[in-house]
C-alpha cells in the first residue's frame, strides 16, 4: 500500500504517525505550539491550520478587524485568518501543496507558522478583543503592530 503525504510527512520529520493520518488528517506540535493541523486535500493540496480560541466570530466589530488583519498579510504575513463555517472557530490557515509538505525546508516554514500561531493566540486575541471592546474605534497604533507575528 503507497503511503500518503501525511503518513511521508511523519516518517520524514520523525513523528509518530497518527491513526487519523488514514483520515487524511493530522494534529502535530510545533515548538511547544500545540493544536496545529495538517489537513491533505484534493490536487495535491495541504491545508495546515490552527484554531485561536477567544475571539467572537459573530461579532461584526470583530470581523472588520479580522478583514484588517487580512488586508495585504499586514497582520497575518503568508497565512489568513478563517472562520470554521461549522464552529464559528477562528482558525490561522495556510495553503501549501503536497510538495512544499515534503522538502527538508518544510519543518522551518512550520516554526515560521508555528510562531505566527503563538502570536495570534497571544497577541492576537488581546488586540481583536480590546478593538471590538472600543467598538472598532482606530487605536494610536494600527492593529497590525498590536499582533506580534
Known amino acids: 500500500m503507497e503511503k500518503t503525504a501525511l503518513e511521508l510527512f511523519c516518517e520524514l520529520n520523525e513523528i509518530e504517525v497518527p491513526e487519523t493520518a488514514e483520515d487524511d488528517i493530522i494534529s502535530i506540535e ?3 505550539v500545540s493544536d496545529i ?3 491533505a486535500m484534493e490536487d495535491d493540496e495541504i491545508e495546515v491550520f490552527a484554531p485561536i480560541e477567544g475571539i467572537d466570530a459573530t461579532n461584526p466589530v470583530v470581523m472588520r478587524a ?3 488583519a487580512n488586508y495585504l498579510g499586514m497582520a497575518t504575513g503568508a497565512a489568513r485568518v ?3 463555517p ?3 472557530q477562528v482558525s490561522l490557515c495556510e495553503r501549501w501543496t503536497v510538495e512544499e509538505l515534503l522538502r527538508p525546508d518544510a519543518r522551518e516554514n512550520l516554526l515560521v507558522f508555528a510562531g505566527l500561531v503563538d502570536g495570534w493566540r497571544k497577541d492576537g486575541v488581546e488586540a481583536i478583543v480590546a478593538y471590538a471592546k472600543s467598538g472598532g474605534q482606530t487605536t494610536s497604533e494600527p492593529l497590525e503592530n498590536m499582533i506580534k507575528v
Open 30 to 32: 510545533v515548538e511547544h
Open 86 to 88: 461549522f464552529s464559528d
Open 82 to 84: 478563517g472562520i470554521d
Open 37 to 39: 493541523w495538517i489537513l
Open 66 to 68: 479580522l478583514l484588517e
